[in-house]
């Protein structure tokens, strides 16, 4: 290394875009938000995607199996192909935890052990999502609902201990997806929360976003990186 090869921080944060991880409750439109965002590719971990039917210009990959699912990764990962895609999404990493899951509790007779291997294997590709380069990343996780200090808060769900501390730990952006009440608007209306508030989890650690945004990702991934 010498000092010739450093480069300006900010020139480090276009290169790695937007990564982020969205959840909520059912029917807030979390898995068509993905056609909002700029060139995406759709991982589908999970079937019920009736709300994407007029997807027609959408590529997407099923991968309800251990095998679809390593295979889209490979591709992702290795392939030229992936190349021109500029956002990847999953929908959701929650049932790509459990289906790795299930089929670690066939392998292993130690429950602990089944766990543990599901967390490496999770964590191995939401590593690898984190550190892409080129692209932004909409990773989709179901909500739970957990006791945080004697508070009951939303918050994303993964099955275990570990993967629900390590994923949230990770990611710029945890973006809540659901109803709120927004300035000027005569009822509730679905929105992106991108700051905490009583018993939901989010943060933005771009420090661009308001406490509530439209449930765009394009002008949102726009506003992360200017």
């Known amino acids: 290394m010498n000092v010739n090869q450093l480069r300006p921080a900010s020139q480090l944060a276009q290169q790695f875009g937007v ?47 251990p095998e679809r699912i390593e295979e889209f990764f490979d591709w992702l990962f290795k392939s030229n192909e992936a190349k021109q895609f500029d956002t990847v999404g999953i929908d959701s990493v929650s049932q790509l935890a459990e289906i790795f899951l299930t089929q670690e509790l066939k392998r292993n007779k130690d ?27 909409y990773l989709i996780g179901k909500q739970a609902v957990r006791d945080e200090n004697g508070v009951s808060t939303k918050a994303p769900y993964f099955p275990g201990q570990d993967l ?7 990611y710029d952006e945890i973006l809540h997806i659901g109803e709120a009440n927004v300035p000027g608007q005569p009822k509730p209306v679905v929105a992106i929360r991108a ?16 406490e509530l945004e439209p449930p765009n990702l394009g002008d949102l991934f726009r506003k992360c990186m200017s």
């Open 195 to 210: 700051q905490p508030t009583f018993g939901i989890m989010a943060r933005d650690r771009s420090g661009r976003l308001n």
């Open 164 to 170: 629900n501390v390590k994923v949230p730990h990770l």
């Open 19 to 65: 990564k982020c991880l969205a959840y909520g409750g059912p029917g807030m439109g979390k898995t068509p938000l993905i056609k909002t965002a700029p060139r995406p590719v759709l991982c589908v971990v999970e079937p019920g995607m009736l709300s994407m039917r007029d997807a027609n210009n959408l590529p997407a990959w099923d991968a309800y199996t």
């Open 111 to 137: 429950g602990r052990k089944a766990y543990g291997e599901m967390s490496r294997r999770v964590m191995d590709l939401v590593n690898g999502l984190y550190y892409l380069p080129n692209k932004h990343v």
